[in-house]
């Protein structure tokens, strides 16, 4: 198909915001390749809020989380995609809640994983499997793009920009006292099992704050999570300060502040690495080479891996987390501090 065609191209990402964030570039990639395609986007509210408005993106279609179980929903999307007239449909999650988006769209190539990245029903619901040979789920889904033609594109990630959230955030750092000049700190995850302590986050912070004059600003979503940002907050001693409540594009535009980052394997992380924000990333149950920050400007410090399947994983308790001790920590941000990352191998612990 030639890039100059018009085409109408549908994606199939729904759910997990540190994926969605890590989709973004196969998207770029898309429009660069076919810069008068109409690209559509299937979602779930979270992601939507972080992704709308994105450059590349013509259409967003927002999906509830429970769709498959009501037969309305169902029939409307049906109707909706079918009216949208789709040439391609791409399924980068490999499940069956996605892959069925693919195939209600009635487009007739709809491309897809081999196992075992294609789970489910998904190897049976779309069109054209690829094998990917690369290791991370940035590389591996732009690798899904070889049968339109797309070899090695350029990564980036372009997620949007909006003046009023700017100025929104700019009034809430000022309010904060933080300056241009702060780590941010984020405690929580999607999994239990990649939690690390807030005690040793709160270490963390005071380490960085006596030997650098660097704040902290703590991140949280949801009422748990504040619960472990006060406690962090709490053992800074004083070096560390409350971020208040934020959106996902507020929380992306303080990113963007941020001298350096340091969480697990959650969506900051991957909306920090996006922004440009250079990162200490903390994995257990899952590796660097497989969902760390992209590029190799960021550190990852691992001591553990918690081996097993995907459920088994997300199940578990956070013990490979907590081997990762605090001056392990300290010493990779003092790197990035310093402007040493470039020497620092992936995986670093």
């Known amino acids: 198909m030639s890039n100059q065609q018009t085409s109408r191209i549908l994606i199939s990402r729904l759910s ?11 998207l770029c990639a898309l429009r660069d390749y076919f810069p008068k395609a109409h690209i559509a986007w299937v979602t779930e509210r979270g992601p939507a809020t972080l992704l709308d408005g994105h450059p590349a993106i013509d259409e967003l279609v927002v999906v509830s989380k429970r769709w498959m179980k009501s037969p309305t929903e169902v029939s409307k999307l049906r109707s909706k995609l079918r009216a949208g007239c789709f040439d391609i449909a791409i399924d980068p999650q490999g499940l069956t809640k996605s892959s069925l988006i693919s195939w209600l769209s009635g487009a007739k190539r709809r491309l897809g994983f081999c196992k075992p990245r294609g789970r489910e029903l998904s190897r049976w619901l779309n069109t054209e499997l690829v094998t990917p040979t690369r290791e991370h789920l940035v590389d591996a889904q732009l690798e899904l793009l070889k049968p339109l033609g797309i070899e090695s594109p350029q990564v980036r990630f372009d997620l949007p920009v909006n003046s009023n959230v700017e100025r929104k955030v700019d009034t809430m750092i000022h309010a904060a006292h933080m300056g241009c000049d702060f780590v941010a700190l984020n405690p929580g995850a999607g999994w239990d099992s990649k939690l690390w302590s807030a005690y040793r986050y709160g270490r963390v912070a005071r380490c960085l704050g ?13 009422e748990r999570e504040r619960v472990w940002a006060e406690q962090i907050v709490a053992c800074s001693g004083g070096r560390a300060v409350l971020a208040p409540a934020t959106t ?5 535009s303080v ?11 959650t969506g900051p992380l991957h909306i920090a690495a996006a922004v440009g924000t250079p990162c200490v990333g903390l994995f257990g149950s899952t590796r660097p080479q497989d969902s760390g920050a992209y590029g190799p400007q960021h550190i990852h ?3 553990t891996f918690q081996d097993g399947s995907s459920r088994a994983r997300r199940r578990a308790e956070n013990d490979a987390m907590m081997e990762i001790d605090v001056d392990g920590v300290v010493e990779a941000c003092e790197k990035q501090l310093d402007g040493e990352a470039n020497l620092v191998p992936e995986n670093a612990a």
């Not at 996902?248 to 992306?252: Q, R, V």
């Not at 990113?255 to 394997?265: M, N, P």
């Open 16 to 26: 997990a915001i540190g994926d969605c964030v890590l989709t973004t570039p196969m």
């Open 210 to 222: 006596e030997r650098h004059q660097v704040p902290s600003f703590v991140l949280w979503s949801g």
């Open 248 to 252: 996902l594009p507020e929380l992306a």
């Open 255 to 265: 990113l963007r502040r941020a001298r350096l980052f340091v969480g697990s394997d």
């Open 301 to 303: 410090v691992q001591k």
